[in-house]
């Protein structure tokens, strides 16, 4: 078989201060999720399921997390002789109104573009979890009228808020533009909108051309914004995915998600399908659970030690549980531990985070209380450093 | 390119006496603890011991071998000029070169090892459960000033006449060899374990081997033949959890042992750490009908029945109302509803089908081999 005929584009430059303190020191794309994943891994596995062998990535601000996750790329087959991973550092000014750091934005996106060689472009937004099949994508778009092609998901009205991007779709299935949830009426029967995933696929050349045009306006418009006029432009063709996705665009969001993976249809659609979801080697060693321990619906790293009871909740790898604890509805990065007798209930800790015995916190499935990265919790005062409320 | 001491790993026996679990696979490539696999530990061991160019010998059912070890790198073994390389008999034109003893499989690569040219070999045993430091052991054989140096296992006296037993002098020198002693003189056990200075092996085997080829086994022709002239012969004692599983009854007492909390081996210990290959394979879910006490469970396991004081490996499945106790499951099991499952070990990709039994005893225990189907076949999830 002949090499990848797509290349592919994640940009880690996502809008995160709805998820502090959760990215305070990391981007969106490296949040870990459901025991062992991070979220880029998704895009990351679409990408090397789909057999694609170069991949552009822009870094953000913040991109130590991100190196360290991703390093040769050889977890997704991306550390072959030709192709592979090239990043793109964060423009550390990213004042755009300099002519010279514009023309740097777009020269990236040309140059990794022109070098990739391939027909076709797929371009994969940092925030979504999902295990979309890219071969059968481009499939669809070389079927489809317009020269680009789109990726929505039809999610029940009441799961989405009004600002978030949607498709509003022709009776012919085109994408006349891209809209806001709130502009969009539910679909009478399935109370559902078709959410926009930020992914799109077109021609390289097109692509090319479009970068290059937009370098020669007045005005500094992203690519995230290219695309989106091209939509427009062109009536984008619809492919509709169905496997399981998510936005991850708030605290919230990102609770629901790990939450969403205790319903075994969805842990079984989106990790355990055909095409696997690949993720960096730890080595842990096995997980213990002890005499007293009682675990109930709920997803488990390696490494662990559980001596409490664990209820419907997600535990990363290396986490401590003593004896007497009780964590339910929450979820644990790696490397937490709970002191004997200490109550969680709608919690997020972040990694590392340390929380005394005889201890009760307790958020709500609204409002999950959240703890930032080794953070050591003493007290459940209301004021114990580290924790965030949501407002 | 030179290397001062490269590693052999012996990896080519059957394993006879583990019946049907190495029926399709060598002994070192049996699943252990739940995500490892025997030669883990040799490889491991050498990764973290500084020993970065290992020739692994296999001989019998290799693929599982082949598979399990690629280009090393999950144990950090794929250097430039280093590494990994997996030596299987080969045809030339003196005829085909089966391994007919541990050190006839030496013999039979010499022409690997002097790619190398290195000053030491450390032969290993793929087959042993173990965190064992090399280096310390070189240090010693170097300020020993030795030709040979045996990897000693200090044990009861009662223990002594199963093994072969090294009598040393005060120096530690060996001065003796004998094999399953009726009445031991020491407590030296040999594990399987020697740093030989390379050029004086070498000699050795290319001269028996011209004449009459009668070193065949590094236990039984070897050490005997250096003790007979004279060579530096030093015992060096190994404290520490040390396991030859080379039976179905030591293989499930291993993993059982593996169990106890602070158990000796300290696989949790992150300075000395057991690495392994990985696949790609989701955390593991337990639902709400499972019950899992005194066990440990890894990566992508799918738990609904009442797991006790057992072991699960990856991606093995157990369905509801299912009791599994006492019991080693191997990688990629898939296990019914309503089985009974005690004092039993479970081949890898067997498949236990809904209200199967598979009922062993503490001092007999059951057994089924890989990709055996017991029971009615299981509905995929």
Sequence with gaps: MRQSDICAIIDLNVPSEALEPLTQYRPIGTLPFAGRYRLIDFPLSDIANAGIRDVGMYMPASSRSVQDHVRSGSTWNLDTITGGIFTFPYVATKNYNNPLNRQRYYDDYLTFLKKSNTRFTVIISARNIENINLQEVLQFHLEGNAPITTLYKRQL??????????????????????????????????????????????????????????????????????LEEAV??????????????????????????????????????LLYSQRHIFTKNKNEVPTFFSDASEVNNSLLGTGGWIEGKVNESVIFRRSRIAKGAEIDHSVLMQGCKVGENTKLRYVILDKGVVVGPNLTLEGTPEEPLVYSKNAIVETDAKTEEGRVELQ | MSTEMLAMILAGGQGSRLGKLTKSTAKPAVPFGGRYRIIDFALSNCFNSGVNTVGVVTQYQPLELNAHIQNGASWGLNEKNAGVTVLQPFASREGEKWFEGTAHAIYQNIAYIDLYAPKYILV??????????????????????????????????????????????????????????????SNLASMGIYIFNWPTLKKYLMDSYSTDGNLEDFGKDVIPAYLSHNEATYAYAFHGYWKDVGTIQSLWQANMEFLEPNNELDIANRDWRIYSRNDALPPMYVTRSARVNNSMVVDGCYVAGDIEHSILSQNVRVGEGTVIRDAMIMPNAVIGKDVVIDHAIIGERAIIGDGASVIGKPDDIAVVGYQEVLGKAVEKR
């Design chain 1, 232 to 269: 427009s432009v062109y009536n984008a063709n619809a492919y509709e995915y169905t496997g399981f996705y998510a936005n991850i665009n708030s605290i919230k969001r990102y609770f629901d998600a790990n939450m969403a993976m205790l319903e075994e249809a969805n842990y079984q659609a």
């Design chain 2, 124 to 185: 290993l045993s793929g087959d042993h459960i173990y965190k064992m430091d090399y280096e310390a052991m070189f240090n010693y054989h170097k300020a020993k000033n030795a030709a040979l140096t045996v990897g000693v296992l200090p044990v009861s006296m009662e223990e002594s006449t199963r093994f072969g037993i090294m009598n040393t002098d005060e120096t530690e020198r060996i001065i003796e060899f004998e094999e399953k002693p009726a009445h031991p003189k």
């Design chain 1, 157 to 226: 009205a009441s799961g989405t808020t009004p600002d978030e991007d949607a498709l509003k779709i022709s009776a012919a299935g085109e994408v006349s533009n891209i809209v806001t949830a709130g502009d969009l009426t539910p679909d009478a029967k399935t109370h559902t909108l078709p959410m926009a995933m930020g992914v799109y696929m077109l021609r390289t050349s097109l692509l090319i051309e479009m970068v290059q045009n937009a370098s020669e306006q007045e005005d500094f418009i992203r690519l995230p914004k290219i």
